[in-house]
Structure formats: C-alpha cells, structure tokens
C-alpha cells in the first residue's frame, strides 16, 4: 500500500496556539490527510499613505497533496542512495537504446513504457558539469543553503542533462562529480540528490548525506 | 523530438488572409495599488478604439470571439479571471477562452485569434492580454512563477525561475561570449539601449539614462547577470484586434497583413537531447560544421545555448510571410529581451546573425534607432518600445504590447502616441524635453518575438504593409519595394 511520506511539523496559528501539521496516508487508492492542515488568518486592509482604502490582504496556508505517479520509484531510490534512469527497449523505436536522466516513464519517440536503469555506477565515473549558475536569491519555501550552486550534469551514454546543485566547492564548466544522497531522513523530493568534486571525503559532506 | 517529418515542416497555410486592425496598451507599472485589472485593459481597448477613430462601443460590435492572455492567475488568487475581464468589457455572450503559454502568453494570444479570423469562424477576433504581479510579496512572487518549471525536478531547487535560465546564460557567456570583455560590455549595451529608448515611450515602467559602467556595477543577480541585464517585473494590459479582408477595410484604412508562427521545446532544459540544427532560409547545411571548433563546447544543439522553438517559430512565420533574410526584408522587430543575452541568442535562433555570431549584430550598430558607428539609420532597430527592459513584462500582455509597437511604426502612429503631450499627463509623467521620434520611416515589415522562459514557447509574429506583400497566394512575389539601404530620411 502507497504512503505518501510527509513529516509532521508544527506550526502556529493566529492565536499563538501550536498546531500539528497533518499528514497524508493512501488507504485504498483514496487520499487520507488526518490533522491540521491550513490556517485561517483573517484578512487585513490595506491604505495608502493619505488613509485611503486600496484593498485587502488574503492570506493562504494551504498543503498540496501530490502524486509521483509512475516517477514514484525514481525519489524512493534517491533515499536508498540509488539513481535510476529510464530506457527504451521498444525495438521498433527509431531511438532504441536511449537512457533518459530526468527519469521518463514513457519514451519522447514512441511513447512506450521504458525499462528502469540503475544508473549510479555510470554516473559516478563519468558525471561532469554543462553548466553551472551561483544565486543567492531564492523563492518562498526554498530548503537550500544559500548560496545554490545549481550545476546541470551531463553522463557519457545518456541523452539527457540532468538539473542538480553541488554541495562541496565551486562549480566550473567541465568538472568531474560524484552524487551524494540523503539517506537519513530523506525529503523524498529532488532535493535528496546533490553533487560533490570527485574526490572529496566523506567527512565533508552535508548532514544527512552519504555516497 | 529531434528529427521532423516532412508534414511536421509543412508551412502553415491559412484559409483566408488576417489583417490586423488596431491595437491598444495601458500604461506599465511595477504595481497599481489603485487601479483593478480591468480598468488597464479598458484603458487598452479605449486607445485601440481611438486609433481607429471608433467607440469603443463601435469597435465592440465588431468583435466575434474573445482570446484572453493571462499567464499566471495563481498571483491573483481568482481563476477564470479572464471571464471576469470579458464581463467588465461587456462583452458577453460571446465565446472567449484563456490562453496561457509563459512569457509567450501574449504572442499565443495573437496565434489563437488569428486562426479564428483565418478559419472563417470569426470575422473579427480580440486579443487581449494583461498580467498583475504586484500581488504577493517578492520572495513568494518568485516561488509562483518557478511553478512554470518542473514542479518535482526543478521548483524545489530554489524556487527560483531565473536559476534554471541562469546556467542557460552562463553557458552561452563562456562557449560563444569566451566569457570576454568585450562580450559582457556588448550585452550591457543592449540594456543602455532598451532603457534608453524608454525614456521617450510614456507607456514604460523604467526610462534611464544608463552606462555601459553602471550595468556593470549594477548588483550580481546570476553571474554574469546583473540586476540592469533582466527585464521588468510589470502590470498592465495589452490589445490587438484582428479580422479578415473586407471587414477590417470596414474599420479601418490601412488595416496591416499579420501572420504568427509558433514553436515549442521541452519545458525542462534538461531533457534537449542532441540535434542537427533545423536551417532558416538564410543558412547552409555547411556553415555550421566548425561551429564546435570556432567556440568549443558549442556542438550540441540546441543544448543549453540555443531556443529551438524561437527557431520553429521563426521558420514558419518566414514561411508564412515570405521571408528569406530576417534583416533583408524587415524594417524593425521587438524581441524579448528577457536577459541582455538572451537577446543575443534570439538573434542567432531567428536568423538576424548566424549561431555564435549574435553579438555583430549590436557591435554592428544594427540594432538600433540610428546606428552609432555610422550615424546613420540602423539597419534593423530592435526593441525601440524599450522592450522587456525598459518598457515592461506583464507576461500576458507582453507579446500584444510587441506587435502594437511594431504596428504603430508600419502606421506611421509611432510619434503622434509617443509623443503625446496629454498621454505623459495621464500618466503623472512629464514629457521628456529631449524626447526623440523613434520612428522607423518607410516601415512596411515587422517582426515580435514572444518566449516563454527557458524557452517552452515562442511565436513569431510578423506584420506586412499589405502593399509590400512578399508572398502572394502561396507563392513568392517578386519584392514590391526593396529594403531601403542606408536611409529612413
């Protein structure tokens, strides 16, 4: 049966009271949330300078509740230090044989299913940087140390180049890397994959993450 | 896909020929504590009325369906908030329908009305766009539109759009710009340029009088981005209004021929897999070869340095108008110019320079009003609106305020709305006293080119002086006039 994994966190409302976030379970294909899940903050208004009414704020809390589908396998396996990619085997296919990283459940050309690839070995020995971008800006509910070290990673024998960001050193153009994963408490997002410079000790990883 | 049939290249053909007959813009703005959406697009319709000597009753009774551009209502927490616009517009009953496709939502818009007009279904559609994101506060402004990425591969890391171009840019700066100097001092011009130009268009949010110097000091956003090199984050609203043959010459007089071509590429940069590049009229299958050898790492293609669906775009709107070289036979374009380098790589996917030679056609002086090498009228001015960094981005308006711009020059309106001492008053602005007429003289075609983000949409809107057609019935005709050479005077 599916669980859709989510840490309970907590979280004040208007009243100062502490409030448990709820949690999702699936019980027989149906969406279970049991707890709290959103927070009324009535609205405020808003004046201009002069006191003239403008309009009013509306506040929203609100948790999403959304399903990895056919992706699924690819963000269980990031937590058990494993990277899967997808190939289509689809012998009539005019691309056979190509490995997609983004992992893709259905093929761009044929649309067939794609067979699921264990991709970590691969990865290890050729992953190197396309490009790279250092920002210290970021949007609401980003869990990134700042600043990102974004870094898009190119494979030898995958047609794709997978978006990722590093979590030791500084990237450049052409840089050799080696996944890391967070296998201790796992997010179970993307952000479970990070990136270091070959070479780099397993001591100076960040919390959480092994090789 | 990486390789195209034959019927996937077809030349997009259209049951009847498409005029465009006027167009409207409100003033652009940051924010607009005071004003609700839809009195900046009455105040769109009002001019497009205007223009065209019309009610804006008159012009209503006209119109036959109803396309909507608006990008991303989640900012305004109401859906089917373009039911509320067609409603303040009084235009019920009739049909209408949002469209929605990034920063090309305003282009799109323009594609889907003009299909109605050449369909037959409608004899006069509206396209009208508007985007309000003054709405939220910055940082949560910055996690909605990074929802426009891959919600699970990319929005979680960081939640911050301008981060998944970012490396984009930064891979052109060092395989085509060789991270030079000189490179990074050409893409400061082009915002010296488009600010520039905004200080004589009383619809734009950002006039300045810039520096090279002060872009380059200007803070770090994404290296090598600086805050001067993006466009604007903007309200405001935008509208064109198209119809077929006999019933625009009923609207108007000089009712402009319009033809929209559109492409796509994958919503994440991540999945560009490897290609030949598609080649525009005005290309070899053999120029290309050494492009890996003249700037190393710049072999794959689209990779991260080009925008395969501006290509597309830029090839069936070629097709479609007859185009054979961009700066040939066009007499001005807007471009969206999202970043200082995405504007050179634009110029590079829709064949003003070939790859990797984009930045010759600032350098050349070609790109602007009057070329400063030479003093002379540049050659094909881009972005003379002051474009997304001068004038504006409100995203679903965005496209519509390019081809507006781009009309007012065919129709020789540019100076009398530009230069109207009344509008700069309506606004609270005073009219420069240096104010310059941008006018492009003789302008018979134009080119806008709306884009989405990383590059997941983009049109190509081109406008043709009906007098100075290229193409007639399918067919290629024999040029009516010759691009002028050297001279608008």
């Known amino acids: 049966m599916a669980v859709a994994k989510k840490k309970t966190t907590k979280k004040k409302n208007t009243a100062g009271k502490v409030v448990k976030r709820g949690t999702v379970k699936v019980v027989k294909d149906k969406y279970v949330p049991s707890g709290s899940f959103h927070v009324a903050i009535p609205n405020t208004p808003i004046f201009d300078e002069k006191g003239k009414l403008c309009g009013v704020t509306n506040p929203r809390d609100m948790t999403y509740m959304h399903s990895y589908g056919g992706e699924a396998p690819f963000f269980d396996a990031l937590a058990k230090g494993v990277l899967l990619g997808t190939k289509c085997v689809n012998p009539d296919c005019e691309f056979k044989g190509s490995i997609y990283l983004p992992y893709r459940i259905h093929c761009p050309d044929c649309l067939s299913k794609m067979k699921k690839v264990t991709l970590t070995g691969l990865v290890k020995k050729t992953a190197r940087v396309h490009t790279f971008m250092i920002t210290e800006r970021t949007g609401a509910f980003n869990t990134l140390k700042k600043p990102i070290k974004f870094i898009n990673i190119e494979f030898d024998g995958v047609c794709t180049i997978l978006m990722s960001y590093l979590s030791v050193g500084e990237p450049e153009i052409g840089m050799r890397v080696v996944p890391i994963f967070r296998t201790k408490n796992p997010t179970y997002t993307i952000t479970d994959l990070s990136w270091v410079p070959l070479g780099t000790p397993k001591s100076k990883l960040p919390a959480g993450f092994t090789f | ?489």
């Not at chain 2, 839809?38 to 105040?43: R, Y």
């Not at chain 2, 209408?96 to 305003?106: F, H, L, P, Q, R």
Request: a neutral charge; charged letters at 25%.
């Open chain 2, 1 to 489: 896909m990486i390789k195209f049939s034959k019927e996937q290249l077809k030349i997009p053909e259209m049951s009847r020929p498409v005029y465009l007959v006027t167009v409207g813009e409100s003033e652009f703005r940051r924010a607009f504590p005071h004003k609700r959406t839809e009195e900046l697009c009455v105040d769109a319709m009002q001019m497009a009325a205007e223009l065209i000597d019309m009610s804006p009753a008159e012009l209503k009774r006209y119109i036959h369906t109803c396309y909507y551009g608006h990008f991303a209502d989640h900012f305004g927490d109401q859906l089917l908030g373009e039911s509320v616009i067609h409603d303040r517009l009084g235009l019920d009953p009739l049909g209408n329908i949002g469209v929605k496709t990034g920063g090309a939502t305003g282009g799109s818009t323009m594609w889907e009305a003009v299909k109605a007009v050449a369909s037959g279904y409608s004899d006069c559609a509206l396209a009208l766009g508007w985007e309000r994101m003054d709405e939220v506060p910055t940082d949560e402004g910055n996690h909605l539109i990074s929802c426009a990425a891959d919600k699970d591969w990319e929005t979680p890391l960081g939640h911050i759009y301008t981060g998944y171009y970012a490396v984009m840019a930064q891979k052109y700066w060092q395989v085509f710009g060789k991270s030079e100097d000189s490179f990074r001092r050409t893409m400061a011009e082009i915002a010296v340029k488009n600010h520039g130009y905004a200080c004589y268009n009383p619809f734009a949010q950002a006039p300045m009088k810039i520096t090279v110097e002060d872009v380059l000091k200007s803070p770090v956003v994404a290296y090598p981005l600086r805050a001067l090199d993006c466009c604007l984050m903007s309200v405001g609203a935008s509208c064109c209004i198209v119809a077929d043959e006999k019933t625009a010459r009923k609207m108007t007089d000089k009712p402009l021929r319009i033809y929209v071509g559109a492409g796509s590429h994958t919503l994440r940069p991540a999945d560009r897999r490897d290609m030949d590049i598609p080649l525009l009229p005005n290309e070899t299958p053999s120029q290309y070869k050494d492009l890996g050898e003249r700037f190393p790492g710049g072999d794959r293609y689209p990779g991260f340095t080009g925008f395969l669906a501006a290509r597309m775009a830029a090839y069936y709107a070629y097709g479609m108008a007859g185009v054979t070289d961009p700066c040939e036979d066009l007499d001005m374009v807007e471009l969206h110019d999202a970043f200082t380098i995405s504007d050179i790589q634009t110029y590079e996917d829709i064949g003003i320079r070939p790859y990797g030679e984009g930045r010759d056609y600032v350098e050349s002086g070609d790109c602007y009003h009057t070329n400063p090498n030479t003093g002379k009228p540049g050659r094909l001015p881009a972005n003379l609106s002051g474009g997304l960094i001068g004038c504006m981005h409100a995203v679903g308006a965005t496209g519509l305020m390019q081809i507006s711009e781009c009309a007012l020059h065919i129709w020789n309106k540019h100076a009398e709305i530009h230069g109207d001492p009344k509008r700069w008053k309506a606004y609270g602005k005073k009219k420069p006293k240096d104010w310059q007429d941008l006018t492009v003289r003789n302008c018979k075609r134009t080119l806008a080119i709306s884009h989405a983000g990383v590059g997941s949409h983009v049109t190509a809107t081109i406008l043709v002086d009906p007098d100075h057609l290229l193409k007639k019935s399918g067919k290629k005709k024999k040029k009516a006039s010759s691009k002028r050479k050297g001279g608008k005077k």
